[in-house]
């Protein structure tokens, strides 16, 4: 089950799955996903082959329960809760965050900066439904749902310490954002 479940999951976070290996082999830290998914198949893989921690936080009981039967590599820590309660007990430093569980740029927001603050130099955090198509945005928002994740985007891309790169075309075509902590002290970055 964990190989077909993988070989689908790459297809669709193809993005994530080539830039993970990259960014996990040059910076130390574990993984942090918010929000299971296909994504999470796909951190896994790279997590149990560099034998590094990862730890999935979800409020679904049903999702948490797949991953605990189809992902098996010993250091994949599962959270069935809301991440503000997985935030008040986290203490890792990641090296790797992805996020796409509730797409309120208010939630976003805050799950965002805790993580970032924690982040590893050199580090990314990755935030799904950043850039959705108006077809998406306003099929969401004619059901009710507030899907304003974007506006954490346009937020965060204003700031220095921070590099911001958006695929509009990834991810289900909602935006695959990715966030890079820079090292301030570095040459390149000074004023």
């Known amino acids: 089950m964990e190989n077909k479940k993988l070989m689908k999951s790459k297809q669709y ?7 993970a290996d990259v960014i996990l082999k040059h910076v130390k830290g574990c993984i942090v996903d918010i929000g299971v998914g296909h994504s999470t198949y796909v951190l896994a893989a790279h997590a149990k082959k560099l034998k590094i921690k990862q730890y999935s936080v979800d409020n679904n009981k049903y999702r948490c329960d797949n991953l605990k039967k189809n992902i098996t590599h010993d250091n994949h820590f599962i959270y069935n809760q809301k991440s503000y309660n997985f935030m008040k007990t986290f203490d890792d430093i990641p090296a790797l965050v992805f996020i796409d569980a509730n797409h ?3 939630n976003m927001r805050e799950d965002f900066y805790f993580f970032f603050d924690k982040l590893a130099v050199g580090g990314v955090i990755f935030l799904h439904d950043t850039m959705p198509w108006e077809s998406t945005y306003l099929s969401k928002t004619s059901k009710g749902k507030i899907m304003d994740s974007h506006l954490l985007r346009k937020e965060i891309e204003n700031k220095e310490d921070i590099e911001v ?14 966030v890079l902590k820079k090292d301030m002290n570095q040459p390149i970055y000074r004023r």
């Open 104 to 106: 309120h740029a208010k």
């Open 13 to 19: 976070w193809i993005i994530l799955d080539r830039l």
């Open 165 to 178: 790169f958006t695929w509009p075309y990834t991810a289900g075509k909602c935006g695959l954002t990715m």
